[in-house]
DNA sequence: CCAAAAGTGTTCGGACTACACCCATGT
DNA sequence: ACATGGGTGTAGTCCGAACACTTTTGG
């Protein structure tokens, strides 16, 4: 693997956000022989824009692409690096002894996150350092290298707040589903509960929902519609809060 | 001067904004023999936070410390280079030739912005690629380097953003103002009028204003109230907001 | 006295909150 | 029939937008 072909001291790590069993979860991997888990991550070609390389990372992880990613912060404090992590996958033939240097180097890295529709990645891949991918509950975080805890933890926060201008869903929920099904997406990206009716009235206004005319069936209670996103409006009412400050 | 020193890669850009004259000005930099600016930037210390290496770039230029300085978007186009400025440069025996390669690489630029009072700024200080450092108004840019005009339109809409969820003004007005002096500064970041009573309204109810008991004098008309911000409110109103999103 | 701009109060409408009620579905 | 949860309506409250009047200052 040659690392000549990256820029030196920056790093991109992706939050992946997917939604399942009413949790959100995030796509870790946990590091050969040790317990201790990573953010998926990866660097930067020398001639490839910054935004691409973080598109290739949730590519490569999760084989989705033209999805919602959103760069929200860099992690820049002195000691981020992971020498000793590095020192003991050398040690145990994990990386080559040719690239110790390379990724025991100090590195400045650009935190994306992206939502994902969790039905829709098959089967997450594992890296050469990794034994494992998987989606990991967001409030039952397990060991992490470095600062990713922190990562975790601001990507949430900048969520969270963007849920306060701007629906969200689409890309996170399957194509069809019911407003208490979305209700349920907010109140766990929030941490709160919130008011059936309100909501459904809320997110009725912003003009992005097509009723379907068909119901879900099978539960014990009155058949909620199904309801689909009406993508250009999204789009448009996405567009329209960013457009906001024009200059 | 030594470039091992410094992160390679990564670079520090910094939209200093000040408030005169009622118009938003940055601190530019105009390079030597040129007729392009550029805004003040650095690099990063090996063993150097980044937030750190932003606050020395602001006082290095301003000689000002303490001051409110965030970081708002990375800017990591893979042209982002500057190659016949260099070499330029270097021709005009500006840059020495064994620096030639260090500033024509691809940089990765972390994009800060800092809110500085401009009397408090005496001189500013150009560097020994620049022949003057000078305050320009925000909407009468000269040509600048690379994507330095996105930059600072980046900076804008995000100082608009924050206006709607902060107060803004210590650091950018003078110890002692009048109201209507601090609406002229939020009129003049928004780019809009705003109600005088509504503003007023506004701002009392919170809470981080102090009645001096005195009025500016010398106008021809009734002379408005002096105020002074209460700082230790003011940074709880700021810390509110940013606890907002706890985990 | 007059022009100019500051200080004060009131009204209106839209958005969010907090509720109560009825309806459809599977057991 | 009944428990469960979905769909609909309504009154109260808060906040911002719009606007009229009075007060103070210098000329």
Redesign the interface.
């Known amino acids: 693997m040659d690392r000549s072909n990256y820029?030196?001291?920056?790093s991109i790590d992706c939050v992946i956000l997917g939604f399942h069993d009413n949790e959100l979860r995030v796509l870790l991997l946990k590091i050969k022989n040790l317990n201790i888990w990573a953010l998926p991550g990866g660097f930067?070609e020398?001639?490839?824009?910054?935004?691409?390389a973080a598109t290739a990372v949730l590519k490569r992880r999760t084989g989705l692409e033209d999805i919602f990613l959103k760069?929200f912060?860099?992690?820049?404090?002195?000691d981020r690096n992971q020498v000793e992590t590095v020192d003991k996958m050398v040690a145990d033939g994990i990386l080559p002894e040719a690239s110790r240097a390379w990724f025991a180097q100090?590195f400045?890295s650009?935190g994306y996150y992206a939502l994902v529709e969790y039905a829709e990645v098959i089967k997450p891949q594992p890296d050469f350092t990794s034994e494992a991918c998987e989606w990991v509950p967001l409030n039952d975080l397990p060991p992490m290298i470095i600062d990713h805890t922190e990562i975790i933890?601001q990507a949430?926060?900048?969520l969270?707040?963007e849920l306060n201008y701007q629906p969200i869903g689409l890309n996170l929920l399957p194509d069809e589903f019911t407003i208490p099904e979305l209700q349920a997406l907010y109140e766990t990206i929030l941490m709160r509960k919130l008011d059936r009716r309100n909501f459904r009235r809320k997110i009725l206004a912003y003009g992005i929902l097509i009723d379907t005319g068909q119901r879900r069936m099978g539960a014990q209670n009155r058949a909620p519609i199904i309801y689909k996103f009406n993508k250009e409006e999204y789009q448009q009412v996405l567009a329209r809060e960013l457009e906001?400050?024009?200059?």
């Not at 020398?46 to 691409?52: A, M, R, V, W």
């Not at 912060?73 to 002195?78: L, S």
């Open positions: 820029l030196p001291s920056v930067v020398l001639s490839q824009d910054l935004d691409l760069q912060k860099v992690f820049g404090a002195a100090r400045i650009v933890k949430h926060i900048t969270k707040k906001s400050g024009i200059f």
